[in-house]
């Protein structure tokens, strides 16, 4: 059953992703109509639960249907799975009935939701955050800017790490609805790959929200427990980008004639075909091990109580730093088997580096995931964070 999402997603790619490279990487209105054919298929949200009327796939499952999309292109592909993120921590740490609420819709409609974390001067440093909430009788009032959020614009509902003015301590997630009043988009970011995608700058001013949207716990935890969701699919899209990567330099090694023979022949191309499939099925042999590790806390009997004890798992922090550097090298490697051609603007190999090099960057770049490992899993147990 949850193979035949693969291969749904294998078809859905080829026929209504692949060779639209100018309309993807022509920053597109977002979403797109495809986005609500992806959700006409079967293949929006595909890992919300059953209990809300999803599919219930797995992340397992997850790895290799992301690849597929990304395959056709990696923006796209983003914008699709993006949402695991806030509805894992929905699902887990949301009161049930907001939860079945947004959580249904979104399996019925396909909607979707974005996660609004990243402020321009704390950077990567969460817990310097200066959006903030205070409670109003049976409210909450919530006001602050956020540099980067992908799908804002045309998201149903959003997920706010704010600040509690009560207790500056306290971090937390807050359900906004799209359409409470107080909402600017400031700007969509002119991004230089993933332009399949929209990513906002976006200002809250008092937005009055009910209480019961503030969710349950320490708001920095939560999000580490989606995080290692949303991470470990940002990982697989670098397998789809360096399969095509190879696809495309094995069609271009048939014709490309070196030394009198086709270059696929060419001991050199050989061994470097080689090198980039070892990186491919690492790639996806670690993402397959961060997925396994998540769908099993997911299947904890308090799957809430198991995300928020292990936070960050060092299979989806290995599995976004090794794809981000692994997927770099093929892009790398694959762009010059292309020699001038694969540095003209306009050559599908082009975006195709730009779109890897995301990997690295969003949802903490290499050093803050490398500080994320040394200080969970590596310092002396009395100083691990
Ligand atoms: C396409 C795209 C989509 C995005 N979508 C979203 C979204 O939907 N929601 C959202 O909230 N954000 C989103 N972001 C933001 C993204 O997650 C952040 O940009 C990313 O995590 C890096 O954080 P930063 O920009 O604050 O830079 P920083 O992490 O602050 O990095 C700036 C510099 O500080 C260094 N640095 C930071 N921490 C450390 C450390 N611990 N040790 C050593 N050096 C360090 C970095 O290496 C770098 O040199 C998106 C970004 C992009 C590009």
């Known amino acids: 059953m949850t193979a035949d999402l693969v291969v749904r997603a294998r078809e859905f790619a080829r026929s209504r992703l692949l060779g639209r490279e100018d309309y993807f990487d022509g920053l597109p209105a977002v979403p797109t109509p495809l986005s609500a054919e992806l959700h006409r298929a079967g293949l929006a949200n595909w890992w919300l639960p059953v209990s809300h009327g999803g599919a219930g796939a797995p992340l397992t499952t997850g790895i290799d249907l992301v690849s597929e999309l990304a395959y056709g292109d990696a923006g796209f592909a983003f914008a699709s799975f993006l949402p695991v993120l ?5 699902h887990c740490f949301g009161e049930p009935a907001l939860a079945a609420k947004h959580l249904g819709m979104m399996a ?29 009788g049976e409210d909450v009032v919530i006001s602050g800017d956020k540099q980067f959020s992908t799908n804002t614009d045309g998201a149903d509902f959003l997920l706010v790490v704010a600040r509690s003015a009560e207790d500056p ?24 790959g993933m332009r399949g995608s929209g990513t906002y700058q976006v200002r809250l001013r008092d937005c009055v929200i009910p209480a019961d ?47 009198g023979a086709p270059l696929a022949e060419n001991a050199v191309f050989a061994a470097k075909l080689g090198q980039i499939e070892m990186l491919i099925d690492v790639m996806r042999n670690q993402c397959l091990a961060a997925a396994a ?8 009997p308090d799957p809430a109580a198991a995300l928020y004890r292990t936070g960050a798992t060092r299979e989806a922090l290995a599995a976004k730093m090794y794809c981000g550097q692994a997927g770099w090298t093929v892009a790398t490697m694959g762009s010059e088997l ?9 050559h599908p190999v082009t975006k ?34």
């Open 86 to 90: 806030g509805t894992t921590m929905l």
């Open 108 to 136: 019925r409609e396909g909607g979707s939701c974005a996660i609004l974390v990243s402020e321009d001067e704390a950077g990567s440093e969460l817990a310097r955050n200066t959006t903030v909430y205070h409670r109003k």
């Open 169 to 192: 301590s306290l971090h937390s997630v807050v359900l906004v609805k799209r359409d409470t009043p107080g909402i600017e988009i400031v700007r969509r970011w002119d991004m230089q």
């Open 213 to 259: 949207n503030v969710l349950e716990g320490n708001g920095l935890r939560i999000l580490e427990a989606g995080l290692n969701a949303s991470r470990t699919l940002i990982a697989a899209t670098a397998i789809g980008i360096s399969r095509r990567i190879r696809d495309l330099a094995m069609e271009y090694a048939v014709h490309k004639r070196v030394k």
């Open 293 to 300: 590790r998540f769908d099993s806390l997911l299947a904890a």
């Open 338 to 346: 292309f020699g001038g051609l694969g540095y003209t603007n306009g």
């Open 352 to 385: 195709l580096v730009r779109d890897l090099r995301y990997v690295g960057l969003v949802e903490g770049g290499d050093d803050v995931i490398r500080d994320l490992l040394y200080s969970r899993y590596v310092a002396p147990s009395g100083r691990r964070r």
